[in-house]
């Protein structure tokens, strides 16, 4: 059962433009909206995070937006860089019984210099 | 150790042998993790230890995977009469507790069945 979709699959940007990742999830008691990063042969390694409280959060080049009428959010990266080329999981989790943190598929992200 | 350890590394398995993968989390996180991840796709969750219990046991595949963590430290993942489809990275991770949502993760164990 995918929890949660996300969109592209993969990504090329230009050095200095913007990348953008979708996601949608199904389940309304989850409360909690990480995105992490991996690089080959590491474990993925949190990114930044919001709750539903809030529409937009800002860290550093990284923001996410989060529109929970429409069960959606997306993490736009600015200024991409060579070395942000990895790939981007949008997850999501509810603090409910002890949490398990549900992940999308995964977007492979190269920025090309 | 300043991060979560996994052990081992890699691990090459003819198919039938049983296989026990090995997490050390950080010291003093409650609460730990075990994802499978398949080539190209995100981590699929496993199960979940609070302290020596194990809480969520839901995404275990089937009965030949087991999962300990005794003294609520250390856990072992265990796979009995692998098969070629449990070819995957078994990523673990911890948390501080049950309330702070923020895992941290190992480097993983590369599972080969051949």
């Known amino acids: 059962q995918q929890q949660v979709k996300q969109s592209p699959q993969s990504l090329i940007v230009q050095k200095g433009g913007i990348s953008i990742i979708n996601c949608a999830y199904e389940?309304?008691?989850?409360?909690?909206f990480p995105w992490y990063q991996q690089f080959p042969g590491k474990g993925p390694a949190l990114l930044i995070a919001?709750?539903?409280?809030?529409s937009e959060k800002k860290e550093g080049r990284f923001t996410i937006s989060f529109n929970k009428s429409a069960k959606q959010f997306s993490l736009h990266i600015m200024d991409s860089q060579p070395g942000d080329s990895a790939t981007y999981f949008c997850a999501a989790s509810k603090n409910t019984g002890g949490f398990k943190t549900i992940f999308g598929a995964g977007t492979r992200l190269f920025v090309k210099a | 150790g300043a991060g979560v350890s996994q052990s081992p590394r890699y691990k090459v398995a003819k198919r039938g042998q049983d296989v026990a993968l090995r997490c050390d989390p950080i010291s003093g996180h409650v609460s730990l993790f075990w994802y499978q991840q398949a080539l190209g796709q995100g981590p699929e969750f496993l199960t979940y230890f609070q302290n020596e219990a194990q809480l969520d046991k839901s995404g275990l595949p089937s009965d030949r995977f087991f999962a300990e963590r005794p003294e609520g430290s250390v856990s072992t993942l265990k796979i009995q009469r692998t098969q070629q489809e449990d070819s995957a990275v078994y990523l673990c991770?911890?948390?501080?507790?049950?309330?702070?949502?923020?895992?941290?993760f190992g480097s993983g164990t590369q599972l080969s069945v051949l």
């Open positions: 991770a911890s948390s501080l507790d049950r309330v702070r949502e923020k895992l941290f």
């Open positions: 389940n309304t008691a989850f409360d909690y």
């Open positions: 919001i709750r539903p409280d809030v």
